[in-house]
């Protein structure tokens, strides 16, 4: 399984291109996604282990986004270890990583809008109403959002809710710059 680190310039050409695209909001899965392996809800070992397996294309990637005004991220996972997420976007990306909303299966938060509950769905939605309770001029949309996640199922659901997406192959890590240019329509 390869794990390319994106250029600089195609890191930040891939967020000009995101932008001019009208997508704000990165919602990226963390188990087999956003690391390159899955930990099932229970890893173990120690945040820097952890780490070693984020994907550098992914660290060049969200940092970009993070840096970038008007562009905000999320972590969407069904893992119940957020404080393990939030430990390893920590590590990652500093104090960029408290501007990261991290919405998991731990069941510290709630979704009571009308918006659909399938999926990453509601973990999206109410990531965006923290955002918006953070920034109230943001402006979120299931328009502005893309999901970057390995599993099919959740790729399907945000595409019929009207949320762009792009599947993330475990197996093929390094096509997310080749998958997104194909989103954005403008080819490798």
């Avoid at 009308?114 to 999926?119: A, I, K, L, M, T």
């Avoid at 945000?158 to 197996?171: D, M, Q, S, T």
Wanted: charged letters at 25%; a negative charge.
């Amino acid at each position: 399984m390869a794990n390319a680190e994106l250029s600089p310039t195609t890191s930040t050409s891939l967020i000009s291109l995101l932008q001019a695209s009208n997508i704000n909001f990165l919602a990226c899965d963390f188990d087999l996604t956003l690391i390159d392996i899955h930990t099932s809800g229970n890893w173990l070992g120690t945040i820097p282990d952890l780490c070693t397996h984020v994907r550098p294309n992914f660290t060049k990637l969200i940092g970009d986004a993070l840096r970038t005004p008007g562009m905000h991220v999320a972590i969407v996972t069904f893992s119940p270890q957020t404080a393990v997420v939030r430990d390893v976007c920590r590590e990652v990306w500093g104090d960029l990583s408290d501007k990261i909303v991290i919405r998991g299966g731990d069941r510290t938060w709630s979704y009571e809008g009308g918006g659909s509950q399938d999926r990453k769905q509601s973990h999206m939605a109410s990531a965006v109403e923290e955002l918006l309770s953070i920034d109230p001029t943001a402006t979120v949309t299931r328009a502005t959002t893309l999901l970057l996640d390995d599993d099919a199922d959740n790729i399907k659901v945000a595409l019929r809710e009207g949320v762009r997406a792009v599947w993330i192959n475990p197996r093929e890590p390094d096509k997310m710059e080749e998958h997104l240019r194909e989103l954005l329509g403008t080819g490798t």
